[in-house]
């Protein structure tokens, strides 16, 4: 065997990791473990809901589905993040089209991402159409929102930042920058806890309180949970960076982690704008 076909397994850095590893071809289960996970906790909370609305006790098949589907979307996204970002695969020096490859198929998951959320705007706007405004809607545009939106807005231009100073080659500026980034975002998960212990503790409003409210917790929670999931993305990407992972050239999951956060920041400045300040309208 010639030293150049040993290479040419190997990848040019002779260590596994070069360029060899872009002539590999990647398929996962783990994205469809999470989506049919999904799938399940969203029937078996509709069938919970309208067990709730009838006035019945939820039903045991609704509340394990509700369940079932929460361990496929754990486990799903477990299994996705570690062979995504933890086995290695991420360490290969891929080509420029390989990387763009993968940007671009991050962009069609949040492009079908958008039905996701666009599916909740509709029902929120079929409420909105009818008797306006509820007798007991609370003042929604409070100071806890602004410091959140503030906060998620910032760690947006923290996270681009970062990313242009990896392409820099300033190490120090993008660890720390990444940082601030990671806990903006921590910061920001903590601030809509705060604001649901007020309205449902503190003000008595529930999932069950009316329609405005069955949309308000739906698309605050369902963005939640997708904030929640970025937290997590960001944080092994920093575990990495850590490690010494990332340079100009090997920076593809920073790229596609920034455009899921950027996403998720833009549907929350929609979101306000319809919810927060559109309720009062």
């Known amino acids: 065997m ?83 970002f933890l086995a290695g695969y991420w360490d290969h020096r891929v080509s420029p089209a390989r990387q763009r490859a993968y940007r671009t198929t991050t962009i069609l998951f949040l492009l079908t991402d958008v039905a996701t959320f666009g599916a909740g705007f509709v029902y929120y706007f079929f409420v909105r159409a009818g008797a306006w405004p509820p007798s007991d809607l609370p003042h929604l545009l409070g100071s806890l929102v602004l410091v959140n939106t503030g906060l998620l807005v910032a760690s947006s231009v923290t996270l681009h930042f970062a990313h242009t100073s990896l392409e820099a080659g300033k190490r120090r500026r993008f660890l720390g920058l990444l940082g601030a980034t990671l806990a903006l975002g921590v910061t920001f998960v903590g601030g809509q806890l705060l604001e649901y212990y007020e309205f449902v503790v503190e003000g008595g409003f529930t999932l069950t309180s009316g329609v405005f409210w069955s949309g308000f917790y739906g698309l605050t929670g369902l963005h939640g949970f997708h904030v929640l999931v970025g937290v997590v993305f960001i944080g092994v990407v920093f575990a990495r960076a850590l490690r010494g992972q990332y340079d100009a050239e090997r920076d593809t999951s920073v790229a596609t982690a920034s455009l899921y956060w950027h996403f998720v920041d833009a549907v929350w400045l929609f979101l306000v704008a319809v919810l927060y300040v559109g309720a009062t309208v």
Do not use: K, Q
């Open 2 to 84: 010639s030293g150049s076909t040993v290479d040419e397994r190997r990848g040019r850095g002779g260590n596994g990791h070069g360029d060899g590893g872009d002539h590999e071809e990647h398929r996962s289960r783990w994205p469809f473990v999470a989506a049919i996970g999904t799938g399940a906790l969203y029937f078996g909370a509709a069938l919970t809901f309208l067990a709730a609305s009838a006035g019945v006790l939820p039903s045991v098949v609704g509340l394990s589905l509700v369940g079932l589907g929460a361990v496929g979307i754990v486990a799903g996204l477990a299994g996705w993040v570690y062979e995504g």
